[in-house]
């Protein structure tokens, strides 16, 4: 069992956020992907899990209503049944895929027809939608084509709509139309995010630009600003001077080692073109390497490897990893979107670890901007290929995430690195593999519904059952416990409010909120208590929403698994010191249990009695004691399990002494 818990908005009329829950799905191939009828997009997915459920519907009138928009593009067309109305991320998709159906040839003479797109909830439309359709928001659209399409004409367009990355999710459900649907408008959480560029010399200027305008869709998701989304970026390449047999020598760092097969030569240190070669062992070379695809003829000098006295008189420069940008540099979207496609091509060899090394050391610090936890760490990594010898990215990679950085690999080509893929990403599900960059742009709004979903089952957890934390309603919060030994019972969890309020919905469905939930306490309360009965294998899901402007709150959660949880103890004012019980009761425990006393009623009573800790069983320690009723909180929590936490009261009765000492002794009752 496990629980996650985000919250989603500040404000109680939703107009931004996201599913911080759904599942990113692993995208193994994505070439020529091709959707037929009674398809989804992604495949196997639903639409909730692919770009985030309903949280309210959107009425005429409502705030979240007035940031609907209208397109105004004239290539875009509507039906009789259709409003203009949508999200604005909705209309940006619409009319970047009017642009492509414009110069797709085979559709010549087709536009896109809306059918559908955002439905009032109080409209006689509504009533053949289900409940929690997106419609009710503007994010999902109904499309068709004008004229009169053809099947094989709507698959088209069905394909174009999985190929462009701005639609979430795509059902192809009926032949003559086909729906999709989009992310919110933006992701509504604290976040620093950091993109890491391959330039190496396996690509061409043009791909490297295709990686930028890939990251820069992906950041443009983002609200950047100093307390929201921090973004920064580093491109790597380096230069390869170590050599291939790990017992022989490297070149002096700033030349290129080479093994050329020809008379006289071996291995060599080629120096850059132009360069001049001082010393004994110095030779023309002239060799053929691919670059970018292209086939370029090297010509210079170089001299042989070991050679002490040899030397270039040009050296190549650069580091293996840049900093473009860091994270405190910008704190708008249009700068970091500027600085992003801005970036110089390296154009140099693939230098992976390194460059994981130099963002641990010189990114993702307090100096340049990383945040402590719970804001989220993620590092985007966009690739085309291995690592020189040398440079293998595992041991720096896991470094990485040691520290608490989530890492998301985009690799074009897995052709032979795919290991080293798998290497660097956090997960299956953070590792992304294409064939060419052309496919790049399909996968944004993936990505970007995976960095904004920062509680999930691999995050490192800031709250555990049993302890207590504040955070203010713009915090995500992530409870974990693995409770498949069989012990938990009941989960209570426990919110004080000390400024603003907040509402709380809670299911074991993937995005509770006010329409979809199972528990929930919108009350006034400063401290809400929600008592779930839950099995074992579910994942709970915790939704808090800020009603105010500013709201802060504490939450902990504990795990009951006590059969009863009340005990109750009569002794008499002059019983003897010594055990008045014989220990809790675990039916369902898997293992041993640890019992301290947290606090009792009145406070001295905590002077008067001892817990033993392996059983529970309560001592008396001073007699006489005084008539009354004494409240003892006890904490049980599992040895092996420290999120497996249970809490039990036991009371103790003092009675006054009716009969002889050697006739009393401890009663003790389990209601």
Request: aromatic share 8%; glycine share 8%; charged share 10%.
């Amino acid at each position: 069992m496990y629980f996650v818990m985000a919250h989603l908005c500040k404000q109680k009329q939703l107009t931004s956020g996201i599913n911080l829950v759904a599942s990113v799905l692993l995208l193994s191939r994505c070439s020529a992907q091709t959707i037929m009828v009674g398809d989804v997009f992604p495949p196997a997915q639903t639409e909730s899990a692919s770009v985030g459920g309903l949280w309210q519907k959107v009425r005429p009138g409502s705030h979240a209503y007035e940031q609907l928009v209208a397109t105004n593009d004239t290539r875009i067309h509507f039906g009789a049944q259709a409003d203009n109305l949508m999200t604005r991320r909705m209309s940006i998709a619409l009319s970047h895929l009017a642009g492509a159906l414009q110069a797709n040839a085979s559709l010549s003479g087709h536009s896109l027809l809306v059918l559908a797109a955002y439905v009032s909830p109080d409209s006689s439309q509504a009533a053949t939608l289900p409940s929690d359709s997106l419609y009710f928001s503007g994010r999902k659209i109904r499309l068709g084509l004008t004229g009169s399409p053809s099947a094989a004409d709507i698959r088209i367009l069905a394909d174009m709509l999985v190929a462009d990355g701005s639609f979430g999710y795509v059902s192809f459900t009926f032949a003559s139309f086909v729906e999709a649907s989009v992310l919110r408008n933006k992701c509504d959480i604290a976040a620093d995010i950091v993109f890491l560029v391959d330039g190496s010399n396996s690509m061409t200027h043009a791909t490297f630009n295709e990686s930028l305008q890939f990251a820069s869709g992906v950041s443009s998701y983002f609200d950047v600003s100093p307390e929201a989304i921090r973004v920064g970026m580093v491109t790597f390449s380096g230069f390869d001077q170590l050599n291939v047999n790990p017992s022989g020598p490297d070149c002096a760092l700033g030349t290129i080692f080479t093994s050329v097969d020809h008379p006289g030569y071996g291995d060599m240190c080629a120096c850059v073109e132009g360069a001049q070669c001082s010393g004994p062992s110095c030779r023309p070379l002239q060799i053929s390497v691919s670059s970018g695809g292209t086939l370029h003829t090297y010509v210079g000098v170089s001299y042989n490897v070991g050679c002490t006295t040899c030397a270039c008189s040009l050296l190549r420069g650069g580091p293996d990893a840049v900093t473009n940008f860091n994270l405190n540099t910008f704190t708008s979207d249009a700068d970091v979107t500027a600085a992003i496609l801005a970036a110089p091509f390296p154009n140099g060899q693939t230098h992976t670890s390194t460059a994981l090394q130099y963002v641990q050391e010189h990114v993702f610090t307090a100096a340049n901007g990383s945040r402590p936890a719970p804001v989220l760490q993620t590092l985007v990594v966009i690739t085309d290929g291995g690592a020189n010898a040398g440079y293998h990215p595992a041991a720096a990679a896991s470094a990485l995430k040691a520290s608490g950085v989530v890492i998301y690999v985009v690799g074009v080509s897995e052709v032979g690195v795919l290991l080293q893929y798998q290497a660097m990403a956090t997960s299956a599900d953070h590792l992304f593999t294409l064939d060419s960059y052309a496919e790049l742009p399909r996968l944004t709004s993936r990505l970007e519904m995976g960095v904004c979903q920062p509680c999930v089952e691999w995050a490192s957890p800031v709250l555990m059952t049993g302890i207590t934390i504040a955070r203010g309603a713009k915090s995500c919060i992530f409870l974990a416990c693995n409770g498949s030994t069989g012990i938990a019972r009941q989960l209570f969890l426990e919110f004080n409010v000390s400024v603003g309020n907040i509402e709380v919905y809670v299911g074991t469905n993937e995005d509770p909120g006010p329409l979809h939930h199972q528990w929930n306490d919108t009350s006034l309360s400063s401290t809400k208590v929600l008592a779930l009965n839950v099995s074992l294998e579910d994942v709970v899901y915790i939704s808090v929403l800020g009603v105010n402007s500013t709201n802060t709150y504490s939450v902990r959660g504990w795990f009951s698994d006590l059969e009863q949880t009340v005990y109750l103890h009569t002794i008499y004012t002059d019983t003897a010191a010594g055990a008045i019980s014989t220990g809790l009761d675990f039916p369902h425990a898997s293992g041993p249990h640890r019992v301290s006393l947290l606090y009792s009623d009145p406070t001295t009573a905590t002077t008067m009695f001892a817990v033993d800790a392996p059983t529970g069983a309560i001592t008396l320690l001073h007699s006489p004691i005084a008539q009354g009723v004494y409240r003892l909180r006890l904490e049980v929590q599992s040895v092996g399990r420290a999120c497996q936490t249970a809490y039990a009261n036991a009371t103790v009765k003092v009675l006054a002494a009716t009969a002889p000492p050697s006739t009393q002794s401890p009663t003790t009752q389990t209601p």
